[in-house]
Every structure is written in C-alpha cells, then in structure tokens.
C-alpha cells in the first residue's frame, strides 16, 4: 500500500521529484524517462506509467534549463514509436493467445474487445486518438497487431501519432510551465491534465454500461411481456 501512494505521490509531485531524479542520476535521467515512455505505451502490463503530465513536466523543467529540449524531442519521439511498434509486435505474435481466454492474470478480454471495437470503427486513425487517451493508449496498437491493420499503414500513424503527442505535451510544458499561476498551482495543473487525459475514455465507458443496462432492461421487457 506504502508503495502505492508513493507511486500516486510521484506522479502528482512530478515538479518534486524530477528535479531529484535529475540531480542524482544526472544524464542518465534521459534514459530513465525514455524507459518510462517505451514502457508506458509499448508494454501492454504498464497502461499506469505517467505518460501526458510527465511530458508536460520535463518541458518545464527543459525551460529552466535542467534538460535540453531537443535532446528530450529525439528521445521521446523514438520511444512512443518504438513503444507502439513493440506493443503492435506482441498483439501479433501473442494476441491470439489471449483472446482464447475470457480472463486471465493481467489481461481483461472485455477490455480488448472494446478497444477492437473502437478501432474498428475508427480505423488507422485510431492508433493517432488513442495517444491521447491513457490505457487505450496502451491496448490500440495491440490490438492493431492482432491482425486488423497492415504494418505499414500502422507505422504511418504510428509515426504520426507519437510525434504529435510528444510534441504538444513536451512543448506544452515548456512555453506555459512556468507560467507564474501554473507554476504555484504546478500539482493542480498535473492533476487535471490527468484528469482530463482520462475523462474520454471514462465517457466511453459510461456510455457503455448505460447502452448495456438498457438493452439488459429492455430484454428484461421482453421477457415479461
């Protein structure tokens, strides 16, 4: 539990904490975020990872000069790519075998039907939305693996999706992170950017459940008919 609330601690003092990471590992603070950022969304175990605030906060943290930003752009960049390239490998090598079980230890299959579903009906523009949805993040490009999307139409929007993610965030961070208002409220800020990030997907999953409590309804009136 302790480690729990340090992690959720972590990710909303990420004003905090950066600038102690960067100071007692110094330049091997970039290998560090570009491992979070590989394994946030090229891992399908880690959806939890901050992804969008940690973004935002190592572009301020770039405008104090703690970081270069060019270097953070080449890095991150080739880390999402990479991150969704990797996660598309084992949707196809490995997403077969999931799908054979309704549940299993890390898996949830309702989880994956409804990102198939929302790809479905979406299509390669999908791999582009999902970079700003947390979680969904994480499963699209699996799912895309799983046979739905041809690799090179995948690594169009691949492409395309991580160098627009990073790119709004990092440079988001660094133009208006240190604003003075969003400077004093920095934990504020980072939470609604969270918030924010997973409100879309929250959304989705409302709907859902209310389309599916009235078609369990009207079946139900159906029935008693």
């Known amino acids: 539990m302790d480690f729990v609330l340090y992690i959720f601690d972590f990710f909303i003092h990420l004003d905090k904490h950066l600038p102690v ?3 007692s590992f110094g330049i091997w603070v970039y290998l560090i975020v570009f491992v979070v950022i590989f394994c946030e969304t090229g891992l399908v175990v880690t959806p939890v990872l901050p992804g969008d605030s940690l973004l935002f906060a190592l572009g301020a943290l770039a405008a104090l000069g703690a970081l270069h930003l060019e270097v953070l752009l080449v890095l991150l960049i080739i880390a999402a790519i990479a991150g969704d390239t990797v996660n598309y490998s084992i949707g ?3 997403g077969p075998k999931v799908f054979q079980y309704e549940d299993s230890r890390f898996f949830k299959k309702k989880y994956l039907i409804k990102t198939h579903e929302f790809y479905e009906k979406h299509g390669g523009k999908t791999i582009v939305i999902a970079r ?3 979680f969904i ?8 693996g799983i046979g739905a999307m041809r690799y090179p139409l995948f690594i169009l929007y691949n492409v395309a999706g991580g160098i627009a993610w990073v790119c709004i965030f990092l440079l988001g961070g660094y133009y208006f992170g240190n604003i003075p208002t969003i400077k004093s409220n ?6 609604a950017i969270i918030i924010i990030s997973v409100m879309p997907g929250f959304i989705a999953y409302l709907r859902q459940l209310f389309k599916d409590r009235a078609s369990r309804d009207a079946a139900r009136l159906q029935v008693n008919k």
């Open 137 to 144: 993040r994480t499963f699209a490009p699996f799912v895309a």
């Open 21 to 23: 990471l960067i100071a």
């Open 186 to 191: 920095f934990t504020i800020v980072i939470a």
């Open 92 to 94: 196809h090598f490995l």
């Open 132 to 134: 700003f949805m947390p």
